[in-house]
């Protein structure tokens, strides 16, 4: 399940990486480089101080780019969690092929 999910054999603490500006936070392990959740939302900020608090390690990166953009190409990301942008009809690869 950690290699199938999480792309990691190992347990570990959770990173946040910053996807596009304020409106991506992508999920990774410490004992991997492949992110394992997007998190789409309005205001990452917001949702970092009043959900996240201080309990995860933030890791900049000078590529910031969106994510959710290629979603349907990126094969590590098990898990996409959303606000309004994601649930007015939207489908995506992924959905289709674990359904098939």
Request: aromatic share 6%.
């Amino acid at each position: 399940m950690l290699e199938s999910i999480f792309n990691t054999k190992r347990h570990s603490k959770i990173e946040l990486l910053e996807g596009e500006k304020e409106k991506e936070i992508v999920l990774k392990l410490e004992t991997t480089d492949k992110p394992v959740a997007l998190i789409k939302i309005g205001d990452t900020k917001k949702f970092q101080i009043e959900k996240l608090d201080n309990h995860y390690q933030r890791v900049t990166s000078p590529e910031k780019k969106t994510i959710f953009q290629g979603i349907n190409e990126n094969k590590d990301i098990s898990l996409l969690l959303g606000g309004h942008s994601s649930y007015d009809g939207w489908d995506s690869d992924k959905s289709r092929r674990k359904r098939g």
